[in-house]
């Protein structure tokens, strides 16, 4: 299942998770402040090494960096990953 590490206070993730809610795309929500350490590590990682950036997507090991929300960005490397 598609994994979303995001932050409640973040516009961009508010606007993710709503845009995969009206694609009716299941994916889980992970509140990246509650996650475990090595979890947020791996954020950390696969977003440059300095900080964690949110939404950070994960798909069967695939990882999409924190990004600015841009449905049409989004919706392209969703569908390489086959989720639509």
Request: aromatic share 12%.
């Amino acid at each position: 299942m598609l994994k979303v590490y995001a932050w409640n206070l973040c516009p961009h993730c508010q606007r993710t998770v709503a845009w995969l809610k009206e694609q009716q795309l299941p994916f889980e929500y992970l509140e990246i402040e509650e996650q475990p350490p090595e979890v947020v590590q791996e954020v950390i990682r696969v977003n440059g090494g300095e900080d964690w950036v949110v939404p950070t997507l994960e798909y069967h090991g695939q990882w999409r960096p924190g990004q600015v929300f841009d449905p049409e960005k989004l919706r392209a490397d969703l569908h390489a990953w086959g989720l639509l």
